[in-house]
């Protein structure tokens, strides 16, 4: 078994910047793939972005590509997401996600572990 845990969400101006990490335990995964997803109120899970186990291949959804970076760390069995020029429409819960079995696309329903989430909100 695998337990993520995310942290570094908070409250923030438009504009401003947020890192969000994911931290692994349990099991190492480097070799599973891992996004990141949010939930904003009354609305569906969302893919962020997400990234294989070679800790280069990303993907990116439309509306945060240019400003979001997703990264990870094997060594530290950590994921990160840097958040810039942050939007009041980034407002949501953010959660990880890893996939045992090394997807790393767009579909949350391939993912075997998940994060509490953590809250991120931008106010205007």
């Known amino acids: 078994q695998v337990q993520l845990v995310e942290s570094g969400g908070g409250l923030v101006q438009a504009g401003g910047s947020l890192r969000l990490s994911c931290s692994a335990s349990g099991r190492s995964i480097s070799s599973y793939g891992m996004g990141w997803f949010r939930q904003a109120p009354g609305k569906e899970r969302e893919f962020v972005a997400s990234?294989?186990?070679?800790?280069?291949?990303?993907i990116y959804a439309n509306s945060v590509k240019g400003r979001f970076i997703i990264s990870r760390d094997s060594a530290k069995n950590t994921m990160y997401l840097q958040m810039n020029n942050l939007s009041p429409e980034d407002t949501a819960v953010y959660y990880c996600?890893?996939?045992?079995?090394?997807?790393?696309?767009?579909?949350?329903?391939?993912?075997?572990?998940w994060g509490q989430g953590t809250q991120v909100t931008v106010s205007s």
């Open positions: 990234i294989k186990w070679d800790e280069v291949t990303t």
């Open positions: 996600a890893a996939s045992e079995f090394r997807y790393y696309g767009s579909r949350y329903t391939e993912y075997d572990y």
